[in-house]
């Protein structure tokens, strides 16, 4: 059983979900506390996420994709740029997602929720394919 529990943990997809919550748990807090005080939902839809992305690109590069982080110098910018390109894709996902929820009467959290599972598997693909081929 702990070898199959091993080999469980290595796989990138389950390494990539895990990181996915943890960086999901630092978009939906801060929507949803941004959402307490006021702000529009798309808009803090899009401030949670970009928090988020930053969160996913630490746990990213250190913990999924770790055999395939480009070493310094322009092969790292060009990784790195093509991971914000992959989070904008993202962001941009989820913040139409959210208002086109908020905007039809669907209440933005339930918006959010469809808006996370388009965004993962959007950002999954790119992600495993071209940012860490």
């Known amino acids: 059983m702990p070898a199959m529990i091993a080999r469980f943990a290595d796989l990138r997809l389950v390494r990539y979900l895990l990181a996915s919550i943890g960086a999901l748990a630092v978009d939906v807090g801060a929507f949803l506390a941004l959402l307490s005080l006021g702000m529009w939902a798309a808009g803090a839809s899009a401030v949670g996420y970009c928090l988020g992305i930053a969160a996913h690109w630490l746990m990213s590069s250190r913990a999924v994709f ?21 989070a904008l894709v993202g962001l941009a996902l989820t913040t139409a997602i ?3 929820g908020d905007a039809s009467g669907f209440d933005p959290r339930l918006a959010k929720v ?3 599972a388009v965004s993962f598997t959007a950002t999954w693909l790119l992600r495993s394919r071209v940012v860490f081929r």
């Not at 770790?66 to 992959?86: P, Y």
């Open 114 to 116: 469809l808006a996370i």
């Open 66 to 86: 770790i055999g395939n982080v480009a070493q310094r110098g322009a092969a790292r910018t060009r990784q790195k740029a093509l991971f914000v390109v992959s």
């Open 98 to 100: 959210v208002w086109a």
